[in-house]
């Protein structure tokens, strides 16, 4: 494997730089200048990743003038293979900067390019900085691997292209996949705001925009707003509710939405869904329910709730939210093998059980609230 490192020419953090005499910008005439401080961090990673067997070169490459050599030397010296100077007397832009990155990168062929400045996590954000799998930034997600972004947010199923021919040609389909793609979706009515999907980052603003202009087609991108990470709090559920989403030691009390821990739009919608019905039983003195196991939202439920065997009763469990998924749904009588069929087969069985299941929330109402149809 070969891995690029980008680095950059700053003045040393130990300097107090002055203003020149007319104020017209930064006196860097006898300034000591150093290799930035995370691009040093970058080439400890790589050399930190070649010594564990994973990679071959280690290739360091700057933009400017002749004098960034003395920084380059300095990434030969940590540890890289090569360095590249990529010469110009002239002062760069950051689209610019990206542009000649691109070239060098198209030359080199790389497998791996370890760059960005990432924002640095609060004390109190440190003590809980565990990621939730399927919201993971898109740094992190690099870090697992060369191709793990292209299975993730770049996973390129689904687009296809008429002038590649046949679709429905297994050969000819699988000849012509995308090898990554970034989605786009639209924010707005009018299509001039757009969002990059999978791209929650903690990378700082300024390295946003010169990282991801670097993406064929977003190099004149406008950024309105960037990525950010957000903090998911969610209960330990398995330890604190029922099935029916009432909590344990308080049945009057009910929790729903992504707080529960359940993941996704609709798994929140079904939730509210059930909790609102069940407070609206209580209410009216009757017996609460339950979707049924056979249903997928029934399934996951049974998983955020105390029917978590070993969630609910292990004292050290690490429980995180859970998204709507096959595995969690009882296993089918008969085994089939063909993975539309098997899907099918467990539409078709839930579709029954939430039949009888609206028999029966239909029996504890009064016939002018009847619900006409669950779906």
């Given amino acids: 494997m070969k891995i690029l490192v980008p680095v950059k020419r700053v003045v040393d953090y130990n300097v107090k730089v002055r203003a020149k005499s007319d ?32 990679a071959e070169e280690i290739i360091a490459v700057s933009v400017g003038d002749s004098s960034s050599q003395e920084q380059l030397r300095t990434c030969l010296a940590l540890g890289a293979d090569r360095a590249i100077l990529v010469e110009t007397s002239e002062v760069i832009e950051p689209l610019g900067v990206a542009k000649a990155l691109k070239e060098v990168v198209g030359k080199e062929n790389p497998d791996l390019i370890i760059l960005g400045k990432q924002a640095m996590l609060k004390n109190f954000e440190k003590e809980s900085a565990n990621f939730f799998e399927a919201c993971l930034p898109i740094e992190e997600i690099a870090r697992r691997g060369i191709d793990t972004m292209r299975f993730g947010p770049l996973k390129s199923i689904g687009l296809w292209n008429p002038k590649w021919g046949d679709l429905f040609d297994r050969e000819n389909r699988l000849k012509n996949r995308p090898h990554a793609i970034v989605q786009l979706r639209m924010e707005d009515l009018q299509g001039k705001l757009v969002n990059m999907v999978g791209f929650q980052t903690n990378l700082k603003w300024s390295e ?168």
């Fill in 23 to 54: 104020e017209s910008g930064p006196d860097l005439s006898n300034a000591k200048m150093a290799i930035n401080p995370f691009c040093e961090i970058a080439i400890e990673e790589a050399v930190r990743i070649k010594e564990a067997g994973k």
């Fill in 208 to 375: 946003q925009k010169r990282i991801f202009r670097m993406i064929p087609g977003l190099e004149k991108a406008e950024f309105v707003r960037f990525g950010v990470m957000h903090r998911n709090t969610f209960l330990e559920s398995p330890k604190l509710l029922l099935p029916t989403l009432q909590f344990m030691k308080r049945e009057t009390l009910l929790a729903a939405g992504q707080i529960t821990g359940t993941e996704g739009y609709a798994a929140a919608a079904a939730g509210g869904l059930l909790a609102g019905i069940n407070a609206s039983l209580l209410a009216m003195s009757k017996k609460t329910i339950t979707f049924p196991d056979e249903s997928m939202i029934g399934s996951l439920i049974n998983f955020i709730s105390n029917r978590n065997q070993m969630l609910s009763n292990h004292k050290k469990s690490n429980f995180q939210p859970m998204p709507a998924s096959f595995g969690l749904v009882p296993e089918l009588t008969k085994r089939i093998k063909d993975k539309r069929l098997r899907y099918k087969a467990y539409q078709e069985r839930s579709t029954e059980a939430l039949s009888r299941f609206k028999e029966i929330l239909d029996s504890r109402f009064e016939k002018d609230h009847l619900l006409i149809k669950i779906h």
